[in-house]
């Protein structure tokens, strides 16, 4: 079976509308404190994380994205099941990708270390918006050839 055009739209939408509504509970709440991460070299200064140049004297930290990958504890999963073995190469290269055009705009966005079973390919994430553009990326290269399905947690696309 098939998702249809219209009902697969609508799930991008409503998966849309979830990323845009997630709340990164490794992200300290309240006020941005300028800090630097002593794992990656990641600083966050006027709101937001970015790499390279810092302003001086910023507090030491484990950013969140090091912070999910110290306690193996992703923000999404995106599992990619069925047929891929055929397209694993090229999947594979696609999700390098996406994953070095995000991270180098977003720090805190980047894919952990894939688990490749024997049935299926586990892709953990530290944000959600990379693991949307995985999403987006694969089904954009492989259209009726995937089913899609968007749950709390995990996104499966299967060949
Ligand atoms: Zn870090």
Not at 71 to 83: F, I, K, Q, R, Y
Not at 84 to 95: A, Q
Not at 119 to 128: C, F, N, Q, S
Request: glycine share 6%; proline share 7%.
């Amino acid at each position: 079976m098939r998702t249809p055009d219209s009902s697969r739209a609508l799930a991008f939408a409503r998966a849309r509308h979830a990323a845009r509504r997630w709340v990164d509970t490794y992200r300290p709440i309240g006020k941005l404190h300028p800090a630097i991460c002593t794992q990656c070299g990641a600083s966050e200064w006027r709101g937001r994380w970015r790499w390279g140049e810092a302003p001086p004297d910023l507090a030491p930290v484990i950013c969140p994205a090091c912070s999910r990958m110290r306690d193996n504890a992703p923000a999404h999963m995106v599992e990619l099941s069925g047929g891929l073995p055929r397209w694993w190469s090229e999947v594979r290269g696609i999700v390098a990708n996406v994953e070095r055009a995000e991270v180098r705009e977003h720090p805190m966005e980047r894919v952990m270390r894939i688990e490749v079973g024997d049935d299926r390919v586990r892709i953990p994430t530290t944000g959600l918006h990379v693991a949307r553009r995985l999403v987006a990326a694969l089904v954009r290269r492989f259209r009726r050839d995937v089913r899609v399905r968007f749950d709390e947690g995990v996104t499966t696309i299967e060949w």
